[in-house]
């Protein structure tokens, strides 16, 4: 069974910076992709970034450029190191761990972009 829990969310002024954390159970996360999604009220989920488990990263053009991802696989730990926060990026979000075609979610930790 796979356990992701999100924490580091809270409130950042605009043009701050927050750094989320994702921390997983099992002995999957090696070898699975990990990816980060938010979600506004009233709006769909979308994917913010991902990572391979070779490392690989990807990016929503919305945040190419200030945010990153990373991960640790000594800890079974992926980040989101989030720079120059804009009022959009106001969501909740959540960690995934996708393997053999399945995806497993975190509980979501809200992030607020306000001054």
């Known amino acids: 069974q796979v356990q992701l829990v999100e924490s580091g969310g809270g409130l950042v002024q605009p043009g701050g910076s927050l750094r989320l954390s994702c921390a997983a159970s099992g002995s999957i996360f090696r070898i699975a992709g990990m990816g980060w999604y938010r979600q506004a009220p009233e709006k769909q989920r979308e994917l913010v970034a991902r990572?391979?488990?070779?490392?690989?990263?990807n990016y929503a053009d919305s945040v190419k450029g200030r945010f990153t991802m990373s991960r640790d696989n000594a800890k079974n730990t992926v980040f989101l190191q989030m720079s120059s926060l804009k009022p959009e990026d106001t969501a909740v979000y959540y960690c995934?761990?996708?393997?053999?075609?399945?995806?497993?979610w975190g509980q979501g930790t809200q992030v607020t972009v306000s001054s």
């Open positions: 990572i391979t488990s070779g490392g690989s990263t």
């Open positions: 995934s761990l996708v393997f053999q075609g399945v995806i497993y």
